[in-house]
Structure formats: C-alpha cells, structure tokens
C-alpha cells in the first residue's frame, strides 16, 4: 500500500482525513470531466480542513492518495479495471490500473485507518435481484468495515427498499443528514423513511464514536440529499430510468458493467443533465464528509 505523505502525517496526528473512490473516475464519467472532478472533490475536502485521500490501484499498488499526474493517468486509463473485494487478487498480482469500488474503497480505507469517506451512490440490491441474486458487494462491505460513508442514498437504478432492508439485516446505520427519508441520488426524496436523523457533523462524529467505542461492527451510511437546485424532477428520471433498464435488458448487459452502463445510459437520455446533477451531489457530500471528518478528529485523543 503506498500512503501519500499529506494523507500518512494527518493519520499519524490523528488529523481528519477523507476517504474519495475512483470507480466514479474510471467509470463513472468520461475524460476530462472525470479528472475535473476529482480534483475538485480534493479541494473542497481541502478546503474545509480535511486531507483527501483519492484510493485507487496503480498498476498493482494500493494507492491513497494520488498526485497530480497520477490522477492524470488513470483518469485518461483506456482499459481500467472496476476494482471491488474479489477483484484485488487478481489486479495486484496482474499488476492492473483500476478504479475502486465503494467495496474497494472501504477495505482500504479501514486498512489505512482512514473512518470517513465521500461518494455518489452505493450500489446496493438491483431490481429483479430476486432472480438475478444482483446484490452490491458494497451492502457486505458496510457490514464489515468501520467507515462511515456519505452519499446521496442509493440511485433509483436499484431497488431501495431491498437495499435498505439488507443493510439492517447487516446492522448497518443508516443516518438522514438533514432528512427523515432516503434521498434517491438524483432527487431528494424516495418512498423510504431512514430509521434515523442527525442534523450535524458533531451529532454523526458521537455516533461513530459511541458505535465503535461499544464495538458494534461495521459501518454507517449518511445519505445526504442533492443540492434542491441540482435535484431532477422525480417523475421524469423515473420514466428515464425505466428507459434505461429496458435497454440494458435488451442488450443483455449483467453483473458489474449494469452500474457504468445504466449511468452512460443516463447522461445520453438527459443529454448530460444526469452528470451535472451527479457532479452537484459529489461535491455536496465531500464537503458534509470533510465536516465529519473535523468533527470526528475532535472526539479523538
Ligand atoms: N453509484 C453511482 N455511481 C457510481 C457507482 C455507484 O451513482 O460510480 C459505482 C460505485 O463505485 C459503487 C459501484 O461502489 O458503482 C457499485 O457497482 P456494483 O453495483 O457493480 O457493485
Ligand atoms: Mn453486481
């Protein structure tokens, strides 16, 4: 695992630190918005006093923490490889360049004692899982790993009452930021009601911290809603989405390319307004995620 040196001072000094995935990198959104992105993700992180820690896999390596020109390459990598858990073997030992899942990420990260991350979405339970068994390894991940995770709920591509069913199966805590239900990525609101609701960074800090302190396992997922001027109009991304499943179903696309393929979907449907408002939350939750981070740094030492 190579730990750049900002993120590696700010671990030793118990100083806050945020977690970022690159599968949004190398998946998610074409050059050069891709690497736009990511740099601005790392300067909002910055900014609000947390050092980010972008995790990917560099021809083999674990990397935390990506320079400039590092950042570069794979965002403009021709071939990356989607990285999740069952994946790492296989791409240290081939020596493969590749974008971590939120599952990736989350070993990781809890592998170089970094507690807070920033994402989009998590995948979670896809529609039909009852006979596909398409179930995100991130849902398991979350169960495992001691990382609290900020996104903007689950994409409505997904079923989100199977997934939210599954995470309390897995005892994993599902936290409202600002909200009492589950925020369906490009919207603000879905059918679902999250168990619980914390208003601030300081509030979610003393929940991971009384959570692991009594050694309950695993993580916590703070879904947190789109900017409202970002958000897509519920009924319209609906239809959209309906649109985009049928062709995936058409095309027989399976397995780990669904996600990639049902986002690109999108953005073509919408004529790009998917990845202005997905570019929108992103930002959003890296900075509520910086502001956890601060919180959490406090409630240490
Ligand atoms: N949801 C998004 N954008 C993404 C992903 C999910 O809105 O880029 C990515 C994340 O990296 C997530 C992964 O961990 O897709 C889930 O893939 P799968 O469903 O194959 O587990
Ligand atoms: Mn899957």
Excluded at 74 to 82: C, R
Excluded at 152 to 181: F, H, M, N, Q, R
Excluded at 206 to 213: E, T
Excluded at 226 to 231: F, K, L, S, T
Aim: proline share 5%; glycine share 8%.
């Amino acid at each position: 695992m190579i730990i750049h040196p900002d993120v590696q001072d700010a671990l030793a000094n118990q100083q806050p630190v945020v977690a970022l995935e690159s599968t949004i990198i190398t998946h998610g959104l074409p050059y050069p918005e891709n690497v736009t992105m990511a740099r601005k993700v790392e300067a909002i992180v910055r900014d609000a006093g947390a050092v980010p820690a972008t995790i990917a896999l560099i021809q083999g390596k674990i990397t935390v923490g990506l320079d400039d020109k590092t950042l570069d390459t794979l965002a403009k990598n021709p071939d990356p490889i989607k990285v999740s858990t069952r994946d790492f073997g296989y791409a240290i030992s081939q020596k493969k360049t590749g974008g971590t899942t939120v599952a990736g990420t989350l070993h990781v990260a809890e592998q170089a004692g970094i507690r807070v991350f920033a994402t989009g979405g998590i995948g979670g339970v896809h529609r039909g899982a009852e006979s596909t068994f398409d179930v995100s390894r991130d849902l398991e991940a979350l169960a495992i790993h001691r990382v609290a995770v900020v996104c903007a709920g689950a994409k409505a591509i997904l079923d989100l009452g199977k997934t939210l069913e599954v995470l309390e199966t897995k005892g994993v805590d599902v936290i409202g930021y600002g909200t009492d239900v589950l925020p369906a990525f490009y919207t603000r609101e879905s059918d679902f009601a999250v168990p619980h609701r914390l208003n601030t960074p300081e509030a979610v800090a003393a929940l991971m911290q009384a959570k692991w302190a009594f050694n309950v396992p695993g993580g916590v997922v703070i879904v947190n809603p789109i900017p409202r001027e970002h958000a897509a109009d519920p009924s319209l991304i609906q239809r959209t989405i309906q649109e985009a499943l049928i062709d995936m179903n058409e095309r027989r696309i399976t397995g780990k390319d669904q996600t990639p393929f049902l986002l690109d979907r999108l953005r073509q449907l919408t004529e790009g307004k998917s990845v202005d408002a997905n570019l929108a939350l992103v930002y959003h939750n890296a900075r509520v995620a910086a502001d956890i981070a601060v919180a959490y740094a406090k409630t240490l030492g």
